[in-house]
Nanobody, 121 residues
Framework: QLQASGGGLVQTGGSLRLSCAAS????????IGWFRQAPGKEREGVSC???????YYADSVKGRFTISSDNARNTVYLQMNSLKPEDTAVYYC?????????????????WGQGTQVTVSS
């Protein structure tokens, strides 16, 4: 299971830290990523960390968001700084037992429930 948390309401320019906690399985060997879906829009990939800790970011969040994991790799974080209204969405985390982030986001992957992020202007 994946448990996403940390969303909330923040003003433009503010920060939030999302957490994705894995339970019931060891996340070693897993690629774990964050996705978001805004109302009326397609789900999009935001960031991912591979099993070897290589990180990837969507162009829209580069330089503002940072993905990381704790030492035990039980929790993956998404630090979101300089938030903009266009970051408003429901954020989901997903995991796949695979060394790279390629292809992560399929329905067959592990998915956490969403956490709402709202950035007010």
């Amino acid at each position: 299971q994946l448990q996403a948390s940390g969303g909330g309401l923040v003003q433009t320019g503010g920060s939030l830290r999302l957490s994705c906690a894995a339970s019931g399985f060891t996340s070693d060997g897993y690629a774990i990523g964050w996705f978001r879906q805004a109302p009326g829009k397609e789900r999009e990939g935001v960031s991912c960390i591979s099993s070897s800790e290589t990180t990837y970011y969507a162009d829209s969040v580069k330089g503002r968001f940072t993905i990381s994991s704790d030492n035990a790799r039980n929790t993956v974080y998404l630090q979101m700084n300089s938030l903009k209204p266009e970051d408003t969405a429901v954020y989901y985390c997903a995991a796949r037992f695979w060394p790279t982030c390629q292809g992560l986001g399929a329905p067959s992957d592990y998915w956490g429930q969403g956490t709402q992020v709202t950035v007010s202007s």
